[in-house]
C-alpha cells in the first residue's frame, strides 16, 4: 500500500524557517517524480516544488513565488522527500502536501495536482508573529 507522510509544520514567525518531511512507504520512491503543494481554505491547491526521478537527473524545479526561498530534496536510502522553507511570509501560511506523480519516469516533476495519484494528509504551517 502507497502511503506518504507529511511532517515538521508548525507555527513560525515570519522571516522564519521550517523543514517539511514527507516519509513514504509502499514504492520505490526514487522511480517516481515529487512534489509539494499547499493549500489554504477557498482555494486551489497550489504547486510549490517538484523533484523528477532519480536516475534520470532529478532535476528540481519551483514556483516563481518560492524560487531561491525554498529547496526540495530526497533521501532515497529513507524514502524521504524534504521541503526547507526559509523566509517564510505570512501569506505562505497553508497545508503542505506531498504527493507522488502518477508515472515513473522523467527528469522533471509536472506542476499540475492533476498528474499526482498519491497524497500524504498535509501538515499545517503557520506564519504568524
Known amino acids: 500500500e502507497v502511503q506518504l507522510v507529511e511532517s515538521g509544520g508548525g507555527l513560525v514567525q515570519p522571516g522564519g524557517s521550517l523543514k517539511l518531511s514527507c516519509t513514504t512507504s509502499?514504492?520505490?520512491?526514487?522511480?517516481?517524480?515529487m512534489g509539494w503543494f499547499r493549500q489554504v481554505p477557498g482555494k486551489e491547491r497550489e504547486w510549490v516544488a517538484g523533484?523528477?526521478?532519480?536516475?534520470?537527473?532529478?532535476?528540481?524545479t519551483y514556483a516563481e513565488a518560492v524560487r531561491g526561498r525554498f529547496t526540495i530534496s530526497r533521501d532515497n536510502n529513507e524514502d524521504t522527500l524534504y521541503l526547507h522553507m526559509t523566509s517564510l511570509k505570512p501569506d505562505e501560511g497553508a497545508r503542505y502536501y506531498c504527493?507522488?506523480?502518477?508515472?515513473?519516469?522523467?527528469?522533471?516533476?509536472?506542476?499540475?495536482?492533476?498528474?499526482?495519484?498519491?497524497w500524504g494528509p498535509g501538515t499545517q504551517v503557520t506564519v504568524s508573529s
Open positions: 523533484i523528477g526521478r532519480a536516475d534520470v537527473g532529478g532535476r528540481t
Open positions: 504527493a507522488r506523480a502518477t508515472y515513473s519516469g522523467g527528469a522533471y516533476a509536472p506542476r499540475s495536482s492533476l498528474n499526482y495519484n498519491y
Open positions: 509502499g514504492f520505490t520512491m526514487d522511480a517516481y517524480p
